[in-house]
């Protein structure tokens, strides 16, 4: 580590289970596709493990470092954003806004601040965009006492997230004399699916791991009309994709499961980004099922660092590189960024509509959809094309 660094810890959380737009990709899909390629690298790494990650913290934090950035830090993150050179501002704060806004109530709740080491000057600008456009709140801190620090930006952690991350960063990751700023990104959701899977419905069956072991693990089930397609990658490998809408409609979760037991997850995963869920809604079709779905929870802890400089974001890591002159006029550079994921998938859902029962007399048997092998989720809201989560899950 050099003589000034800066520490940079993005936390998301989803908690519980958890559209179309023009052909241009939007500034939610452009971020969410540099998310979902960092998602790529570190489920390469960890074929066999869950993987949670939210692509559309990793975007925000670095869109939040942007404003601070200069030269070649800046045009590599503009790069991998696919951002337009003159600042994606304006497009990020609408974003941000349409991601909160009431119609989505309790279910988004994003916070970002940043924590900055008492006496290091910090630009003004940098401060009020974020302000402006992340509502980022910023707070002094004295990384000196580390015991201390890490407590602070636990508990703001802590309650951002409504206690379900307790605690994000030890004092051994803070370095007494070289920390001067924490960066952090707070993604908590909280969905109630439209159609609720009844508790006494649950049974224990199985399910193949990643790993080649069978586990038993309690499934949730569910006959509804669900929005089903078959698709395939280009090698001809299929899959299905099903939609669970949440209550809101405006936000769903999509499951990708490959058609063939024997398919891993990997052979459908590179394959994967906005284009390709573009195209499943496309192909969506309503249908009468019998959904079979494991409930499941999953953590996951990654450090950011390996993936992004694998993108081409290398600079700003980098303590003789890195260039944040709108930042602060000390040399500074990100020498920490970690992201700490948590999503939990249960029956909990609003009351079944008048609609769907309706439906659900119709005398045929219908087709049974069985999540018993490993699955990718992705938590998609709607009317932007951001992927908030996604997820592989080897074991529930």
């Keep these: 580590m050099g003589h000034h660094s800066l520490l940079f810890l993005c936390v998301t959380l ?3 289970h958890l559209g179309a737009l023009s ?9 969410s596709d540099l998310g979902i390629q960092v998602f790529q690298e570190v489920a390469r790494a960890r074929p066999q493990e869950n993987v949670v990650l939210s692509p559309h913290g990793v975007a925000s934090i670095l869109g939040m470092l942007l404003p601070g950035a200069d030269g070649e830090t800046r045009q590599q993150i503009l790069t991998a954003l696919r951002y337009k050179k003159n600042g994606p501002y304006k497009m990020l704060k609408r974003l941000h806004k349409n991601l909160t806004s009431r119609s989505n109530q309790d279910i988004v709740t994003i916070a970002n601040a940043f924590f900055i080491q008492e006496g ?9 965009t974020n302000k402006a456009n992340f509502q980022c709140a910023s707070r002094n801190l004295d990384f000196s006492d580390t015991h201390r620090a890490s407590d ?6 802590k309650n951002r997230t409504r206690g379900m991350i307790p605690s994000l960063i030890k004092p ?3 370095d007494p004399a070289l920390t001067r700023m924490v960066a952090i990104n707070t993604i908590y959701f909280k969905g109630l699916w439209k159609t609720r899977f009844l508790p006494e419905n649950t049974k224990v069956r199985n399910f193949n791991g990643g790993d080649g072991v069978i586990y038993k693990v309690p499934m949730m089930s569910q006959l509804s009309v669900f929005n089903i397609a078959q698709v395939s990658t280009p090698q001809d490998t ?4 099903v939609e669970l809408p949440y209550h809101g409609n405006t936000i769903s979760m999509l499951i990708a499961l490959p058609s063939e037991e024997d398919t891993p997850l990997s052979a459908i995963l590179p394959y994967i980004n906005t284009a390709t869920v573009q195209s499943w809604i496309k192909l969506l079709n309503y249908r009468k099922v019998r959904l079979l779905l494991p409930k499941f929870s999953a953590e996951a802890e990654v450090d950011l660092e390996t993936p992004l400089s694998a993108l081409g974001i290398t600079d700003m890591f980098n303590e003789g590189k890195a260039n944040f002159k709108y930042l602060s006029p000390e040399p500074i550079h990100v020498s920490r960024a970690l992201q700490k994921s948590k999503i939990e998938v249960n029956e909990d859902g609003t009351k079944a509509s008048a609609a769907t029962t309706a439906i659900l007399l119709a005398r045929s048997s219908p087709p049974w959809v069985i999540v018993d092998r490993p699955f990718l989720f992705l938590i998609r809201h709607k009317s932007t094309g951001t992927i908030l989560f996604m997820g592989q899950i080897n074991k529930p």
């Design 172 to 174: 051994d990751m803070l």
């Design 238 to 241: 299929k899959y299905k994709v």
């Design 120 to 128: 290091v000057p910090i630009e003004g600008p940098f401060i009020s």
């Design 23 to 31: 052909q241009t990709p939007s500034y939610g899909e452009r971020g």
């Design 152 to 157: 602070i930006i636990n508990d703001w952690v």
């Design 14 to 16: 989803v908690l519980c």
